[in-house]
């Protein structure tokens, strides 16, 4: 399917240890040609860490997309009315965002912009990062994968030596999966190798 003349929404939550990847995924989604809106939750959007300052990131995703980033719940409720997008990609998505989706509760910019975008009837694509993955977070996969409207890039262990529990979207595979999930259809195999 062509992207080309797709409005994307490219939300990014803090597993600020992908943030880089995650840029460089948008860098792969903006050369399709698509329309791409940023949004970033609160806490990635305003948090200085060991991996980088949050102003640099912002920029960086602002000149990738060409769109200002939404950061608010004021600035995202409006995607869900005005349907604003014709995907949502959560790259990365952390376990607490996984949990939030689950369980249907939209207290942040990104977890509106999920509810909003959802009312739709349009695809959500997330790309999981947590740790906990195949620990408490993985019932939150579970039901999220049964949901309607609701894709996964397909995700591996990162580290099952060290992190047994951790898991982690194949950021290379983005642009598949959005393409798939805008014909209704999930992306196989969505356990990666």
């Given amino acids: 399917m062509e992207l080309a003349n797709k409005t994307i929404g490219f939300a990014m939550c803090g597993s600020f240890c992908t943030f880089k990847k995650s840029l460089e995924a948008a ?17 990635a959007y305003s948090t200085d860490t060991r991996f ?8 960086q995703l602002e000149l990738i997309c060409g769109n200002k980033i939404l950061h608010t719940v004021y600035e995202t409720e409006p995607i869900g009315p005005k349907k604003m997008l ?22 942040s910019s990104v977890t509106l912009a999920a509810k909003a975008h959802l009312r739709n009837k349009r695809p959500l694509i997330i790309g999981v990062s947590t740790n906990d993955g195949l620990g408490n977070a993985a019932e939150n996969i579970g039901r999220l994968l049964s949901r309607k409207h609701c894709f996964f890039i397909p995700f591996a262990q990162d580290d099952c030596i060290h992190k047994p529990n951790s898991l982690i979207a194949d950021f290379s595979k983005l642009n598949a999966t959005i393409e798939m ?13």
């Fill in 181 to 193: 999930a805008l014909e209704n259809k999930q992306l196989q195999p969505i356990l990666a190798v």
């Fill in 27 to 43: 860098k792969e989604l903006q050369k399709t040609g698509a329309n791409i809106i940023p949004i970033m939750s609160e806490t």
């Fill in 86 to 107: 014709d995907a949502l990609v959560i790259l990365p998505c952390t376990g607490n965002t996984l949990a939030k989706l689950s369980h249907a509760v939209a207290d």
């Fill in 52 to 59: 980088g300052t949050c102003i640099d990131f912002r920029n």
